[in-house]
């Protein structure tokens, strides 16, 4: 807690270069001198900040926890984004394992999207952290699946269409159409319009519950089905099937559940969403019902996989 208070008031960033007097920046910052001086103390003792004969600067280490760092850290703990504060919904977490449900919710009084749909920085946080937790593997996922098979893709829930403007770049004959709520939606039009894909990536704003652009020969759920119950990951998987064209494919990118890798991971998805990751026998259990088979399960990197599903009835 005292990391993730010292990046919500800024301190890495306020006390770079030659730091500042401890009361001044009380002061600036509106909080209790006598309490900022414990907080800085021990962010001392952590070897976050240090001592000057003045007051605190920050160290090299602590440079890390800047928001400026590059390296997603201050973005997940500070409380005022969507991370840091889906993480403290952990403190719930006895009510997830007794009840199998959300603890995010029981916590703050409505579901974790709800709560991103009402506030612009929750939303503009959880976006910034999508887009760097997937920037590293990128190359793996784009290299990793058969892009080529397909003239045409639409990439459900897919965010600021990072993943989508890979893919199309590296296959010039695919044309892409992603779907996902506004405002990121519109920020999908600025990362397609920034790679000079206007003219193969469409964008709909709009819910995955609802029915899907129809006719496509593929559609993408990366890193979707995990952040729902078994129900709602239902439903998108049925939107999918009844979207796709006959012959078409559904294919799931994301972590396989009972892996050591994802274990920790597993945990966020029951806390934060109610959702989990799945078994491949779950999963399999799961697309069933909408005709869909498993057909091949691929890694593509140490923590996600491809999961690649046909229409049961095209042999
Ligand atoms: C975990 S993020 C993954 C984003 C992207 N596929 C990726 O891998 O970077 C889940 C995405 O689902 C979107 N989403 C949540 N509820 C949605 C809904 N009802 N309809 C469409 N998109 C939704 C979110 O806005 C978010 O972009």
Redesign the pocket.
Request: charged fraction near 25%; hydrophobic fraction near 45%; glycine fraction near 14%.
């Given at each position: 807690m005292a990391l993730r208070v010292a990046v919500t008031l800024g301190l890495p960033d306020r006390l770079g270069g030659d730091g500042a007097p401890t009361g001044d920046l009380a002061a600036e910052l509106g909080v209790s001198p006598v309490a900022l001086e414990l907080l800085l103390t021990h962010l001392t003792t952590l070897g976050i900040v240090e001592r000057t004969p003045t007051g605190h600067r920050t160290t090299a280490y602590g440079e890390n926890l800047r928001a400026d760092a590059d390296n997603g850290l201050a973005n997940l703990l500070d409380l005022g984004t969507a991370g840091g504060r889906a993480e403290l919904a952990f403190v719930e977490l006895a009510h997830s394992v007794t009840t199998g449900r959300a603890a995010y919710p029981h916590r703050y009084g409505r579901d974790f999207?709800t709560d991103?749909g009402e506030h612009a920085r929750l939303?503009e946080s959880?976006?910034r952290q999508?887009?760097h937790?997937?920037e590293a593997q990128l190359p793996r996922v784009v290299a990793g699946v058969d892009w080529s098979r397909f003239t045409t893709l639409v990439?459900?829930?897919?965010?600021?269409g990072?993943?989508l403007a890979a893919v199309l770049t590296a296959h010039p004959g695919l044309r892409g159409h992603l779907?996902?709520?506004e405002p990121?939606a519109a920020e999908a039009r600025r990362t397609f319009g920034a790679h000079g894909l206007d003219e193969r990536a469409r964008v709909t704003a709009?819910?995955?519950?609802?029915p899907l652009p129809a006719g496509a020969d593929a559609y993408?759920?990366?890193?979707?089905l995990?952040?729902?119950d078994d129900e709602h990951a239902g439903l998108?998987l049925a939107r999918c099937a009844e979207a796709a064209r006959p012959g078409g494919r559904v294919l799931v990118?994301?972590g396989i559940g009972g892996l050591p890798a994802g274990s920790e991971g597993g945990l966020a998805m029951l806390v934060i969403f109610g959702g989990r990751e799945r078994r491949l026998d779950e999963f399999r259990a799961l697309a069933s019902p909408h005709g869909l088979v498993l057909d091949t399960v691929t890694e593509l990197t140490g923590q996600r996989c491809l999961l690649e599903f046909r229409f049961a009835d095209d042999g």
């Open positions: 999207w991103l939303r959880f976006d999508m887009t937790r997937f990439d459900v829930g897919g965010g600021r990072g993943l779907v996902d709520l990121t709009g819910s995955f519950f609802d993408l759920l990366c890193d979707v995990h952040n729902w998108v990118v994301e």
